[in-house]
T-cell receptor, first 113, second 113 residues
Framework: DAGVTQSPTHLIKTRGQQVTLRCSPK?????VSWYQQALGQGPQFIFQ???????QRGNFPDRFSGHQFPNYSSELNVNALLLGDSALYLC????????????FGEGSWLTVV | TQLLEQSPQFLSIQEGENLTVYCNSS?????LQWYRQEPGEGPVLLVT?????EVKKLKRLTFQFGDARKDSSLHITAAQPGDTGLYLC?????????????FGRGTSLIVHP
């Protein structure tokens, strides 16, 4: 039973470029959340997808967008990259809503130069 | 303003020492989770506490949920170098119809042999 898988694991982009990160949830999970984690900080909630719709959104600009596919996998897109977008991007999956354990992937390290 | 305040932010101790990490909030949580994250990896769930006053033990780790469900603590007995990592608490805050795990900034623990 595969856990949460993310790709790519590492990537380097230039300021102004766009990036797409991908996530496959744990088998049986239908909810995907994305987090941004700067070095030495806790993860910051970006948004959550459920039934292919954005259900909740954190305090991130519109440059951050996402998508969930019918198979529950998800993408995170960031446009017009800034140096400050350099971080570990974590995907977490869970089943349904409250009280169910969330599982994290190992993350995608994004460096913007 | 952090919804969850963790302290201390950094902790550097010798092998064999005991330590306690705190997670405090002004909000009531239906549950709190503790995660451990090693460099380059995603957070791994250690425990979920649900009931006010609950105490859970995981080998040398003892987790406590405050009676009012606003705070939690993690106590490690006889710390070992393998305990080194970033310890994160997360609460499921109810927001706009769904529960979103919200993280503290984390406590970075280094255990020296």
């Amino acid at each position: 039973d595969a856990g949460v898988t993310q790709s790519p694991t590492h990537l380097i982009k230039t300021r102004g470029q766009q990036v797409t990160l991908r996530c496959s949830p744990k088998s049986g999970h239908d909810t995907v959340s994305w987090y941004q984690q700067a070095l030495g900080q806790g993860p910051q909630f970006i948004f959550q997808y459920y039934e292919e719709e954005e259900r909740q959104r954190g305090n991130f600009p519109d440059r951050f967008s996402g998508h969930q596919f019918p198979n529950y996998s998800s993408e995170l897109n960031v446009n017009a990259l800034l140096l400050g977008d350099s971080a570990l991007y974590l995907c977490a999956s869970s089943f349904g809503q409250a009280g169910n354990t969330i599982y994290f992937g190992e993350g995608s390290w994004l460096t913007v130069v | 303003t952090q919804l969850l305040e963790q302290s201390p932010q950094f902790l550097s101790i010798q092998e064999g020492e005991n330590l306690t990490v705190y997670c405090n909030s002004s909000s009531v949580f239906s549950s709190l989770q503790w995660y451990r994250q090693e460099p380059g990896e995603g957070p791994v769930l250690l425990v979920t506490v649900v009931t006010g006053g609950e105490v859970k033990k995981l080998k040398r780790l003892t987790f406590q949920f405050g009676d009012a469900r606003k705070d939690s603590s993690l106590h490690i007995t006889a710390a070992q170098p393998g305990d080194t990592g970033l310890y994160l608490c997360a609460g499921e805050g109810y927001r706009g119809g769904s529960y979103i795990p919200t993280f503290g900034r984390g406590t970075s623990l280094i255990v020296h042999p």
